[in-house]
Each structure stands twice: as structure tokens, then as C-alpha cells.
């Protein structure tokens, strides 16, 4: 094995099988044997200028289940049929080579492989037939909405409705019999539906799988079509998503991570670096070495202008939840995962604070053992990144409840406002105060007409005195409304703007500096901007509403616009 290869095995006793070699396609598919439950992916010998090896399990639709990437820092991938919901025999696993000496023609067709049959001298029942080590398999159900149409349900709790629901009750609204959970009217599969019956318009027909955008230019509604498993061109923006994080590294750049698109499928470009110079994108996930995070959404990504580095913490995958640190060096561009002391909770659907170099973590969704549903927190956690540490703080005062899908801003570096979230079966749209200085929290008394209680709602920073809340989820349906926030008289104020009247929930809200191309100076020509020409500006991306579509534009609102508006 001196010689590049890239190898799979098929079930816990098949052999490893080479998928691709030094000298052999680039590119090819194979048909995942009837019964397999588990499949592992790795690479051997030297990668030489090879950049990575893209991965996707399809179902017998073409439709991708789950996405992976194998790289010269990770060089091993692994699936489990009970961590894919969407898992049933029929699956395909497709790998591409990037870099390194190409066969150009083998980009169009897929090299297609049989798995060779291998039957163990010691026969063992299949893994779907029994029990592995005490650890039972999720079954898919199904089940009859109100309209009479079948719907696909998870054993458990359905992660992508609302993270700590129950089966009996979702929201503080009753709901009649036979009335569908008001989670899945917004994030359900709408878009299978989109996708088997053909929509009449192009954009429909281009965004069917990653969710609709508002309508555009033709040209730059092809600009955005979706990478499917059987094209090549590369994307050229983000797909549609909910649960990302977008994160501002300097004044100029954002990086986006992870998220979630149509039908509960992990986003398969999952980082991105947005240039605000020119509102372009490029994919960024080859760029970075070290091991990337694994696919996740209700994650958490701050960053620490000192160190320059952006902290990603915790999330959940399907039924697999995290708690781990990766940390990403925009210097290097290097990823590291921190093997950290003290304990925390693996959480999601937290809110993540950045303060004098440390994480501050509150909230969020936590597993519990079956039968009961998962819970939310009031736990207030600390990461110390120079000590590789976590710890709990003595927090006194009046603490907000148990909850997730909140927003926390800090303001004036010395004060966190806690807003909203929900705990099943309750939507909160109270807001609390923590004090940095005293560790003490506080309920806020506000006037004006304050937000409806709400969860995954998107919030910024405006100005010393200021944040925004925008949009979010009330336990039936996406929002779209807008409220901002004054710290100095404890007032809400509603603002309307035509660029934030499209409802979403679980979207990413951060604000940052950019160029105002109708501003010039007018005296040279080579002097371009003026000072005045860089304005603060609102940048919205992602989230769905209450059809099932996932939003992939990118909308900005001139903060003045918005504090001329109060």
C-alpha cells in the first residue's frame, strides 16, 4: 500500500476495497450492499498535491443522505445507518478526487464498482437484527397529518422542529386532533415535495433542493443553482441553510460554517468566507488544514479579535450532540481541537459570548435518556482558552430560566442581554441582564411594544446603546418582524424596512463595515471611496420560513437606515 489509495470497507466484516488509486479515475460510485449498516472511508500512502477527497452516501433517489470529506489531516471517514435517518437499502457512495494529476474525462460519468462479496467464516446475524451493546436503532414511522398526507417522522425527538419537543405537545397553543406539530410546518420536507412534482419557474426548479430565494436577475439566479451529485460546476455562494453560524473576522471578512438544508440534509459546503468588499463568496473548507469540525447546526462560532481566532463549540447532528472546542487560526488558517478540563454539557441552541478572551455559554438544548425528552439549561459556563478549561462561575441574582434558541448581545463590554427562547412547551420574550463586572444577573423592565415570545430569532449589535431582534420561531410559524432595543431607557421600538418583511427563523444577523459604491469623492478618479464612502451595515443570511424553503441570500440594511427608523 506505498502507492495513493483511497479505500472503503463495507460492514463490520468486509475487507477494505479500493475505491481509487494513484493512476485510476478520479471519480467513482458504488452501490452500498443490501444489509450493510456501516461504512468506513480512509485514505493510504502520501497525498502528494492531491487537496481532498469529497464523499456523499445518496439514497436510490440520487439523493444525498450525508456528506464527508477526507483530507491529508483527515484521513478517515466512518457512517453508521442509525445516525443517517434517511438511511434504507439502495444507498450509493460516491467519491471524487481534487488536485494532483486528474483525469480530466473522468469528471463527466462516474467510474462504476461492484463490492466484491465477502462472506466471513464466522456468520453473524445482521446488525439490524440485534441489539449493539444496549444501544437500540431509531426506526422511521409514519404517520397521517390533518390533510391526510403521510409524513416521515423520527423515532425520538425530531431535532430540526423544535430540539427539546414532545411528541404530545409542542407549543403553549392547543392543538386540535390530527393537527400537524408546528414545527414541522416550518422546517418539513417540503422541498421533497417541490422536487418529485417539478416546479413551473426555473428559480424553483434551481433552489428545489436547498430552498428558495426571493426572486432575482436570471443570471443571478444561475449563478446560484445548487451543486447536485450529478454536476460538476462548483457553487459559487452558499446553498440554503438554517442553524450556520456566521462569524466576523475583521472588517472586511465573515466566516460562515455549517447548517442545515431541505429535507434535514447537512449542508455539503459548510464553510465559507464572505469578502464584504464586493459582497462575494468562496468556499472555504480546503483552505484550512487540521481537522475541520464535523457537520453540525445549533452550533456556536465567536471569535477573539486578540488572538485572531474563531472558537466553534457545541451543536448537534442528528442524535449525536457536541461539546467539543475546535478552534480556527484566521492567521494560519489551521484547525485544532482543544482537549479541554473541567466538564460541560454537550449543548445546542445556545448562546455564546465572547468577554476579555473567554466563551461565556448559557443555555441551550442538552440530551437526556430515553423515554424522556431532551432539556434545556440555566447553566452559565466559561471556557478559558489559555488554559484549555472549563468552569462554572458564582452567578447570583434573579437567573433566567431554563431555555434555548435565545440571543445574547454584549453591550458596552461590561453588560449581556439575554432575550427570548423557548423551553417546551413555552416561547419566552423576556430579557435578562448580566452583569460582567459583578457576575449578578438581573430581569430587565422594559417599556414600548416588545417583541412575541420567540426562539432561533437573529440579533445585533447596533451601536453602544442598541440591538436588534429580528424574525425567529413563536412555536407555529416563522416571524418577520423587526424590534430594536435601547439599554439607556430599557424602550422596544418597532421598525419596518421592505429588506427584512421576509419571515425566517434560525438565519444568522451580524453587522459589519462596508463599502457604499454611490459615495465618491469626485475630485480624482484614482482616489475612489472617500471616508464617507464605508458605512455600518446589517447582514442577514440563511434561515427558513413556513413553507420549508431555506434561504440562500445574502440581505443588507444600512444601520442608519434602521436607527433613522425609530
Not at 481532498?52 to 483527515?74: Q, S, W
Not at 452559565?380 to 488554559?387: G, K, S, T
Not at 421600538?493 to 438565519?507: F, I, N
Request: aromatic residues 8%; contains cysteine.
Amino acid at each position: 500500500m506505498g502507492d495513493f489509495g483511497v479505500y472503503a470497507v463495507f460492514g463490520v466484516n468486509g475487507p477494505p476495497q479500493r475505491l481509487l488509486s494513484a493512476e485510476g479515475s478520479c471519480r467513482v460510485s458504488v452501490a452500498v450492499p443490501p444489509g450493510v449498516r456501516q461504512v468506513v472511508l480512509f485514505s493510504s500512502g502520501p497525498w502528494g498535491e492531491r487537496i481532498c477527497v469529497n464523499a456523499e452516501l445518496n439514497d436510490a433517489d440520487r439523493f444525498p443522505i450525508t456528506i464527508g470529506k477526507l483530507t491529508p489531516y483527515n484521513k478517515c471517514l466512518s457512517w453508521e445507518q442509525w445516525e443517517e435517518e434517511t438511511w434504507t437499502d439502495g444507498v450509493t457512495l460516491s467519491v471524487t478526487l481534487e488536485g494532483g494529476n486528474l483525469v480530466k474525462s473522468d469528471w463527466s460519468k462516474p467510474e462504476l464498482l461492484s463490492v466484491k462479496e465477502y462472506t466471513p467464516k464466522d456468520t453473524v446475524a445482521p446488525l439490524a437484527a440485534r441489539e449493539l451493546n444496549g444501544k437500540r436503532k431509531r426506526e422511521r414511522v409514519s404517520e397521517e397529518d390533518g390533510d391526510g398526507e403521510t409524513m416521515t417522522a423520527r423515532g425520538g425527538e425530531e431535532e430540526n422542529v423544535c430540539p427539546n419537543a414532545t411528541a404530545e405537545k409542542t407549543t403553549p397553543v392547543r392543538k386540535a386532533r390530527g393537527q400537524t406539530r408546528g414545527g414541522q410546518k416550518l422546517f418539513s420536507a417540503r422541498a421533497d415535495a417541490t422536487r418529485m412534482k417539478g416546479t413551473a419557474n426555473g428559480a424553483g426548479e434551481t433552489q428545489g433542493i436547498v430552498g428558495k430565494t426571493p426572486p432575482q436577475s436570471a443570471a443571478r439566479t444561475k449563478s446560484r443553482q445548487t451543486k447536485t451529485p450529478t454536476q460538476t460546476a462548483p457553487l459559487v455562494s452558499p446553498s440554503g441553510r438554517w442553524g450556520q453560524t456566521l462569524c466576523p473576522i475583521d472588517a472586511q471578512t465573515a466566516i460562515l460554517i455549517g447548517g442545515q438544508g431541505s429535507r434535514m440534509q447537512f449542508c455539503k459546503d459548510p464553510m465559507w468566507k464572505l469578502c464584504t468588499e464586493d459582497m462575494s463568496w468562496f468556499a472555504a473548507e480546503t483552505l484550512a488544514e487540521g481537522p475541520t469540525p464535523e457537520a453540525r447546526i445549533g452550533h456556536t462560532a465567536a471569535y477573539d479579535p486578540d488572538s485572531r481566532r474563531i472558537f466553534v463549540f457545541g451543536g448537534s447532528k442528528n442524535k449525536k450532540w457536541f461539546n467539543d472546542v475546535h478552534i480556527l487560526d484566521t492567521q494560519s488558517w489551521k484547525w485544532t481541537m482543544v482537549e479541554a478540563q473541567g466538564k460541560v454539557p454537550p449543548l445546542a441552541y445556545h448562546s455564546c459570548s465572547m468577554f476579555r478572551g473567554e466563551l461565556f455559554v448559557l443555555g441551550g438544548v442538552f440530551p437526556r435518556p430515553n423515554p424522556e425528552p431532551d432539556g434545556c439549561s440555566d447553566s452559565l459556563y466559561i471556557f478559558d482558552p489559555n488554559l484549555s478549561i472549563w468552569y462554572q462561575p458564582i452567578v447570583t441574582g434573579d437567573t433566567p430560566s431554563p431555555r434555548s434558541g435565545h440571543s445574547a448581545c454584549v453591550m458596552q463590554e461590561r453588560k449581556i442581554y439575554v432575550f427570548g427562547g423557548w423551553d417546551t412547551p413555552v416561547c419566552y420574550n423576556d430579557m435578562y441582564m448580566l452583569d460582567l463586572g459583578l457576575m449578578e444577573f438581573s430581569a430587565v423592565k422594559t417599556t414600548g411594544k416588545a417583541p412575541s415570545p420567540r426562539s432561533w430569532h437573529g440579533s445585533a449589535v447596533l451601536s453602544d446603546t442598541k440591538f436588534l431582534i429580528h424574525g425567529g420561531y413563536n412555536g407555529n410559524n416563522a416571524l418577520s418582524d423587526t424590534f430594536i432595543f435601547d439599554i439607556d431607557t430599557n424602550i422596544w421600538t418597532e421598525v419596518t424596512l421592505p429588506q427584512l418583511s421576509v419571515p425566517r427563523a434560525g438565519h444568522t444577523i451580524i453587522t459589519m463595515d462596508t463599502a457604499n459604491p454611490h459615495r465618491f469623492s469626485g475630485d480624482d478618479e484614482d482616489d475612489g471611496l472617500d471616508a464617507g464612502s464605508v458605512t455600518r451595515t446589517l447582514l442577514v443570511f440563511g434561515g427558513g420560513d413556513n413553507e420549508g424553503n431555506f434561504f440562500s441570500d445574502l440581505t443588507t440594511v444600512a444601520v442608519e437606515d434602521l436607527l433613522a427608523a425609530i
